[in-house]
């Protein structure tokens, strides 16, 4: 199947390049060279070309999830946006049907038939076991989607949620809820492994995302465009389900969450204005290039400040406390079932009849709130035994 996709993709790249070479325009400009020189058009055509792959790379990422048809949801209105747009500029009469008409097998064939093969070919394994019945393939499809239809964040017969690092999709860009892989914790010393977001990066792009869809609107950068689409295809959907959720599913959006960032930072750090005037003559000043070199500094700062917390590195109570900077960072903060130890204190769930946490000798005490929490932090450095992971 890997032989199959690379012999497709290198079969469209072929027709692009060739029909593009064709083109008197682009001939004469020499895509390749004016790609490397920065030509927005050129490079749009280039990239094109390599789009055009993407469907029979995604497929297989499709198999085993889900969530990849709105990235290749994503890729079809890239790639028809880019084919509309480069009859446009070339001056056709009705850019939209001769797109149609020109790439429409095209598209199809790359972002629907192929990755529907694939997703079939994926269960090769599965056919072999249970026999070469489309219709019981069906209907375990069916089951799938019943299945994740149905989860529910809250369990009914407790009425808590059913993991204790659920977050959904409008808390994953504020870095409200971080997902704890592992925990270890040895005398003083703890080692957790936290799947958390850079705060340069996520908190940056609240703002770089409507930057960047501003300067698309005013500009028609395609470059601002193709960010934007990225990321709205693989996040706005995740609104529109009601399954548990967690922030590692932001996973796939970052990189594009970097490039909004950069977008915006590039554009700001070209603004120049009119300086002073000297004996030498006027100089012009970019007052907005020393934000960006701050913004670069601050994230790598922040990675390196947060990578214990990212690789299991040895961590001491005061250590910790200066990484977990909210309370929603923390384990207790959500009210779970997971032990935290303080002073000799070893608290437990509630039962469903009562909101209130009891301790191990069965004494009440006060529910974990997020003020509660700030003073088992603060008890945490008086005792080295206190936990709040």
């Known amino acids: 199947m890997q032989a199959f996709s690379f ?10 390049l060739k029909k593009l070479l064709s083109n008197e325009k682009i001939q004469a400009g020499q895509p390749r060279k004016l790609t490397i020189q920065g030509n927005p058009a050129a490079q749009s055509n280039v990239a094109l070309m390599y789009a055009k792959g993407q469907g029979v790379s995604k497929d297989y990422v499709e198999a085993y999830k889900w969530s990849a048809l709105s990235a290749i ?14 009859r446009r500029r070339a001056g056709v009469r009705r ?29 090769v394994g599965w056919f072999l076991h249970f026999g070469w019945s489309l219709g019981a393939w069906a209907r375990l499809q069916g089951a799938i989607a019943s299945y994740h239809e149905h989860l529910q964040k809250i369990d009914p017969a407790t009425g808590q949620p059913v993991h204790p690092y659920l977050a959904d999709a409008w808390k994953w860009l504020l870095l409200l809820r971080p997902v704890l892989y592992y925990g270890r914790y040895v005398g ?31 500009d028609r950068d395609w470059r601002a465009g193709f960010i934007l689409v990225a990321i709205a295809s693989q996040y706005l959907p995740w609104f529109l389900i009601s399954r548990p959720e967690f922030f590692f599913y932001v996973l796939p959006i970052v990189p594009f969450l970097v490039l909004a960032d950069v977008f915006a930072l590039r554009r700001l750090s070209a603004i120049s204005f009119e300086g002073l005037r000297s004996v030498e003559g ?29 690789t299991g590195g040895p961590l001491s109570p005061s250590a910790w406390l200066k990484r977990a900077w909210f309370p929603s960072w923390t384990y207790i903060a959500r009210g779970v079932a997971r032990r935290s130890v303080g002073c000799g204190t070893a608290w437990r769930r509630p039962s469903t009849a009562s909101s209130r946490w009891t301790t191990a000798s069965g004494s009440r005490r006060r529910p974990i709130t997020p003020t509660a929490t700030a003073r088992i932090r603060r008890s945490s450095r008086r005792c080295p035994t206190a936990r709040t992971t």
């Open 95 to 123: 850019p939209f049907v001769d797109a149609a008409a020109a790439e429409g097998f095209g598209l199809v064939l790359a972002f629907l038939l192929v990755p529907a093969l694939a997703y079939l070919t994926s269960y």
């Open 7 to 16: 012999v497709l993709h290198f079969y469209r790249f072929h027709l692009h």
């Open 188 to 218: 003083d010393i703890r080692r957790v492994i936290y799947a958390n977001g850079n705060p340069a990066i996520f908190w940056g792009s609240l703002l770089a995302i409507p930057y960047t869809a501003w300067a698309w609107w005013r």
């Open 73 to 86: 949801g994503g890729l079809i209105v890239l790639s028809a946006g880019w084919e509309v747009a480069r």
């Open 282 to 310: 006027s100089r012009r000043v970019r007052p907005f290039v020393p934000l960006a070199v701050v913004f670069v500094v601050l994230a790598v700062g922040l990675f390196v400040w947060f990578y214990p917390t990212l």
